[in-house]
């Protein structure tokens, strides 16, 4: 089965498919670790030794196998989408990426994996996200360009090396047809929007994940 990307309003997924990425995201935080309690408006998650409470809303993703399938069998029975405790269950490994807003901890992305690790769990307070559109991609860095709103824009390059991840639709197919040694150019393309997981070094920006959100569309 697929992994999907889904959106959440207040619990219950509302659109299935690739939804549209918020462009910029300076702050985003990550922690990995085990569910322990879900409701419609919040996941907690075990990290280590202790549980961390993040709220969820129309603006939360979620990325798991069989997502999508959900949302669309509950949109066929009548309802609005699947609840989310039917794409996440207690006691799932998960990766959420998140921002502190007002002393809360929101929930921008909740990612399922398959595993927490050995320590039962980690965060990652320097990791970044920018989401925005491809303007420039070559083997060793990418450009992207996009709205950090209120009107401004932004552009940003990143470094790109053997250690970056590269996620999309086809990307795993294409990836083992080559043998496992596919060039990013092969599957990031100028026009593609995608959502970049970066870390700062001195004045660099170096790719960790690059997640393809949407295609750019062929010209005719």
């Known amino acids: ?87 996440i269950k207690v006691g799932q490994p998960v990766e959420v990426s998140y921002h502190e807003m007002g002393g809360a901890m929101h929930a921008a992305k909740i990612r399922a994996v398959s595993s927490v690790g050995a320590s039962g769990g980690s965060m990652a307070s320097d990791t970044k996200i920018a989401n925005g559109t ?6 060793a860095s990418m450009t992207i360009a996009g709205s950090s709103g209120s009107g401004a824009t932004f552009t940003q390059t990143f470094t790109i090396d053997g250690t970056t991840k590269v996620v999309g639709r086809g990307a795993g197919t294409a990836a ?35 997640r393809v959100t949407s295609k750019a569309t062929p010209a005719k």
Do not use: C
Request: proline share 1%.
């Open 176 to 210: 083992a047809a080559a043998g496992g040694k596919t060039a990013v150019t092969d599957l990031v393309a100028n026009g593609d929007k995608v959502s970049v997981s970066y870390h700062t070094t001195g004045n660099t920006l170096h790719a960790a994940e690059i």
């Open 134 to 139: 491809v303007k420039s991609i070559a083997a």
């Open 1 to 87: 089965m697929k992994r999907r990307l889904i959106a959440l309003a207040l619990g219950v997924v509302a659109v299935a498919g690739w939804p549209t990425a918020r462009l910029l995201a300076q702050e985003t935080k990550t922690a990995r670790g085990t569910v322990t309690a879900l409701a419609a408006d919040s996941v907690t998650v075990k990290v280590g030794d202790h549980d961390m409470k993040f709220g969820v809303d129309a603006k939360t993703s979620v990325e798991a196998t069989g997502a999508g399938t959900k949302a669309r069998q509950a949109q066929a029975a009548g309802q609005a989408g699947a609840k989310l405790t039917d794409v």
